[in-house]
């Protein structure tokens, strides 16, 4: 089984180009392919659906729309223990956004100079879609994760998306979940096919202003297409992390670290980022040993992210790993190092870091509180982790006394004279007062 190993400053610039880039290479590739998806879905929409699902979840659609005897269905069929777990790990998330939700800001003005007020208002975005992915299972937290949110900001219009299993049905535990979380508009619609509709709409599916939630390359080539349509939020592609550790990591847990976001896909990317020799010899030799171990599919994942966009990357020193990292700028990184409360003031593009040996990505995944649904593909640099503020928009405030509006008179009719524009000096200079 092949590991990849990279001692940085011998990598060439075409390598770490791919490295840096990941799954983007792929997203490109798969643009040919979506185009005529979406093309298709526009013209001829439910019926598209329909034989999408037929075509590649081998599902034939009765109702693309999840029923109320759907919902009811999931009470009994779903196991206490599942129920409880569910429950406890969203609880966890909606305490943690009705914080952020509390921290948001009610209408405010404050007086600039004397008669000049200016402030800001805070809306809920008025329809959102969001994407539940189900590969070789089903992911009942990234419902939660993006439920929540939306809920607590007060988005009126809440459409899920998320593929149908082969039966027709959408998953009993993601319904389950979308019930508890408030949500009831749920499409049994994935891949490509499910982000045009949100986009389009179709006889079922409504259109919506934006749309979030991780997908695989065709779901990202997908909102990259129509993002001139729909707002495609957030960049959340395959997944991908960073474990930044030192001699002072464990090194068992490491690779058990590793492996944490590579069993997502063939496309994922997991990094091992070390100045320490010792411990990156020991993820290359135990590495193999812990795949091998693992069932499959997700052996065959693993050890293909491995060979693939994943691996190990011994740098000289700590601050090394560090800018390594920051350039990086992963979907998940977990700091494991000495004084890592300290150290994670350096890291200043990550969708999320995770501190210290007892915080594994595994926490953060489901029960923590914070959201799993993280910018991907180098986006951190500019873009934030999931929060309220995905679902909601600012709107500016503004108002002028007589006295305001003759202290501003002149300065802003000498600007408007500068810049050409006469109608703009007008309004100010003829206004009847």
């Known amino acids: 089984m092949s590991i990849n190993f990279y001692r940085w400053d011998e990598t060439d610039e075409q390598t770490r180009a791919r490295i840096m880039k990941r799954s983007g290479a792929d997203i490109d590739l798969v643009t040919g392919i979506v185009q005529p998806i979406i093309n298709d879905v526009k013209m001829r929409g439910d019926d598209a659906l329909r034989d999408y699902a037929r075509k590649f979840e081998g599902a034939e659609l009765n109702d693309i729309k999840a029923t109320p005897e759907d919902f009811d269905r999931t009470e009994s069929a779903l196991d206490e223990d599942l129920k409880a777990a569910i429950k406890h790990c969203a609880g966890n998330v909606r305490k943690f956004h009705e914080e952020q939700m509390r921290r948001v800001e009610k209408p405010w003005m404050v007086e600039i100079e ?34 929540i949110p939306a809920v607590i900001a007060g988005v009126k219009n809440i459409a899920v998306v998320t593929p149908p299993t082969p039966e027709g049905s959408a998953d009993d535990a993601s319904l389950y979940t979308a019930k508890i979380c408030g949500v009831e508009n749920v499409y049994k619609v994935g891949g490509a096919q499910a982000i045009a509709a949100l986009a389009y709409g179709t006889q079922t599916v409504p259109k919506v202003r934006k749309v979030l939630g991780p997908g695989s390359t065709y779901v990202a080539a997908a909102k990259r297409i129509l993002s001139d349509v729909i707002d495609p939020g957030m960049p959340a592609g395959p997944s991908e992390s960073i474990i930044l550790a030192d001699e002072h990591a464990d090194p068992h847990n490491t690779c058990l670290d590793i492996l944490n976001e590579a069993e997502h896909g063939e496309d994922s990317a997991a990094l091992l980022i070390t100045h320490d020799e010792k411990l990156a010899q020991y993820a290359q030799e135990n590495l193999p040993k812990i795949i091998a171990q693992l069932p499959e599919p997700h052996r065959s994942i693993c050890a293909k992210v491995m060979a693939n966009y994943g691996g190990i990357i011994l740098t000289k020193t700590l601050q090394d790993s560090i800018t390594l990292a920051n350039e990086y700028a992963a979907e998940h990184l977990h700091l494991k190092v000495k004084d890592a409360e300290k150290i994670a003031a ?20 489901y029960g923590i509180g914070v959201n799993h649904v993280l910018p991907t593909g180098g986006w951190a640099h500019t873009y934030s982790c999931t929060s309220v503020w995905d679902f909601l928009k600012r709107t500016s405030l503004a108002k002028v006394t007589p006295e305001g509006l003759g202290a501003l008179e002149k300065s802003v009719t000498t600007l408007t004279d500068y810049e050409g524009f006469p109608a703009h000096g007008d309004v100010l200079r003829k206004r009847n007062l």
């Open 114 to 147: 004397p008669g000049v007020f200016a402030g800001e208002q805070v809306n809920p975005i008025e329809s959102v879609g969001l994407y539940v992915p189900r590969g070789k299972g089903a992911f009942p937290s990234a419902m939660y994760m993006l439920a």
């Open 346 to 365: 350096q890291i200043h593009h990550a969708g999320e870091v995770l501190i210290g040996e007892h915080t594994p990505s595994t926490l953060g995944n």
